[in-house]
């Protein structure tokens, strides 16, 4: 087996979270190992940890963790990952992770194996289903596949879903299990760079946005999230009607914190 971090780094670390409060109130510190790490497609690593802080463990679909994957100097450098899915049972939970670089987390979800140990903090995030939209659309790319499936298969039956997903190719694509009413369209950018506003703009263009009151989940890149909040705004949807969430930005790394690094 093998740590993330070896003893020594962990102790030698100054961690803003060595004390879960404000913001990370309500959180827990897991101790997690590997129990597999598998491709599940061309593009997405399907991780699964446990830990014995999963009994009894809840969450709401679309919070993360936050793994702490590297450290710069005496610097903690921590990735949050979306839920895919927990068997409180069995003590298993599930990420399915993007590969898309050579950043610290992916570094790490790459190299990892069956009892590698990794410190994790969770749940974390806001954004989760809305209990009384009449009708829900998520849009977003491949790094918003994870919460977007969580999400529209915790929704309960006679629910109204649409899922509007960027990918880098057809084998990207992912079965959909859901009891709501679900329509998926799959966009293919079949070489062309991740992060290019223009196929998911001309669909929230176009979407059909139902009769009632929706409410949308903008996930992705930053700038992509903050073009498609512009032009659902544009087309009647409040601001208590979407829910945007940027994972990266184009051009930059991640802060330390796991979030996308602000401009300057």
């Known amino acids: 087996m093998a740590d993330a971090l070896s003893e020594a780094t962990l102790a030698a670390l100054d961690d803003p979270f060595a004390q879960l409060g404000g913001p990370l109130a309500g959180t827990t510190r897991l101790a997690f190992e590997v129990v597999d790490?598998?491709?599940f497609t061309p593009h997405m690593q399907r991780l699964r940890l446990t830990a014995p802080e999963l009994d009894g463990f809840r969450y709401l679909p679309g919070q993360d963790v936050m793994l702490l994957v590297a450290a710069e100097g005496n610097r903690p450098?921590?990735?949050r990952y979306?839920?895919?899915g927990l068997d409180p049972a069995a003590r298993l939970l599930t990420l399915d992770i993007v590969l898309h670089g050579d950043g610290p987390g992916e570094r790490w979800v790459r190299a990892a194996r069956p009892g590698d140990r990794i410190e994790g903090i969770g749940p974390r995030g806001k954004i989760t289903t809305s209990a009384t939209a009449d009708w829900h659309l998520f849009?977003?790319?491949e790094s918003a596949l994870a919460a977007t499936f969580a999400m529209a298969e915790a929704?309960?039956?006679g629910s109204l879903a649409t899922l509007i997903l960027e990918i880098p190719e057809e084998d990207d694509e992912q079965d959909l299990s859901?009891?709501?009413a679900t329509r998926i369209s799959w966009l293919h950018r079949l070489g062309a760079p991740a992060g290019d506003p223009e196929a998911l703009a001309a669909e929230a263009a176009e979407v059909e946005l139902p009769a009632g009151r929706g409410h949308?989940?903008?996930?992705?890149?930053?700038?992509?999230?903050l073009r498609l909040r512009e032009i659902l705004a544009g087309r009647g949807l409040g601001e208590d009607q979407m829910s945007p969430k940027a994972y990266w930005g184009r051009g930059r790394a991640n802060a330390s914190h796991g979030e996308p690094a602000k401009d300057g």
């Open 37 to 39: 790490s598998a491709r």
């Open 77 to 79: 450098v921590r990735r």
């Open 216 to 225: 949308a989940y903008l996930f992705g890149e930053a700038k992509v999230v």
């Open 139 to 141: 849009m977003g790319d």
């Open 178 to 180: 859901s009891a709501a």
């Open 82 to 84: 979306t839920i895919r």
């Open 155 to 157: 929704l309960p039956a």
